[in-house]
């Protein structure tokens, strides 16, 4: 199921009912979401997120070699996840959001963890309490998982025309065609732009350009000198 519907049968059970506990939340959608999901509580011990701890209840069944979710979110305080600016810019600023509010959001999340490149669907539901809440269920999607490039690619136009057509799966032979040059010249410049930005391979790199591109890195030759 689509994170949109995952998201609205959580959210329907948080309004359909006074006082849900979190179990009530997120039990009927457990054996319904991929192994792209992550659900779990975040156990609010008062206003100080040093005492806030982190309660998987379905780990995210991706293992990747590039960032190992499962560890870096892992049951304890959530002031142990080992990455401060990620928390302080991604993961408290929506916690508290909710917990002022005391109102369920759902976001998308674009940024850096560990040196990775993530993007997520999130969604976060507080306990429905008068008083702050105790308890906030959140439940992620996975979306994007990338490397980020050595260093931020200059490129000219060729480059560019060469990196789109990499990005829609065209080998260097059929590039050269489109683009009336010699393999040669082709292959030369993808093995310059590969070994720019420290990529290990011709996927490794589309990959990295393509985080480039997101994070706004890549600049034109042109645009440099103007």
Not at 163 to 168: G, V
Request: glycine share 6%.
């Amino acid at each position: 199921m689509s994170f949109n519907t995952i998201s609205r049968m959580m959210l329907d059970n948080w309004l359909s009912q006074s006082d849900p506990s979190p179990e009530q939340i997120y039990a009927s959608i457990l054996d319904r979401v991929s192994i792209r999901w992550q659900i779990a509580i975040i156990r609010l011990g008062g206003k100080d997120p040093a005492d806030w701890m982190f309660e998987p209840v379905k780990q995210m069944g991706i293992v990747s070699r590039l960032l190992n979710i499962n560890a870096i979110f892992k049951s304890g305080p959530v002031a142990d996840i080992p990455d401060g600016k990620y928390l302080e810019e991604t993961v408290l600023p929506r916690y508290r959001s909710v917990i002022q509010s005391r109102q369920p959001a759902i976001d998308r999340v674009d940024a850096r963890l560990l040196g990775i490149k993530v993007i997520y669907d999130r969604i976060v539901l507080p306990e429905k309490s008068e008083n702050d809440p105790s308890w906030l269920v959140t439940g992620c999607f996975g979306r994007f998982l990338s490397p980020l490039p050595d260093s931020n690619p200059v490129v000219d136009d060729l480059d560019q025309s060469i990196f789109l057509h990499l990005t829609a799966g065209h080998p260097a032979k059929e590039i050269a065609t489109i683009l009336h040059l010699s393999p040669r010249t082709v292959e030369h410049r993808i093995d310059r732009m590969r070994r720019h930005m420290g990529a290990k391979n011709t996927a490794h790199l589309v990959a990295l350009l393509m985080t480039a591109g997101f994070e706004g890195e890549i600049r034109f030759r042109a645009d440099r000198q103007a």
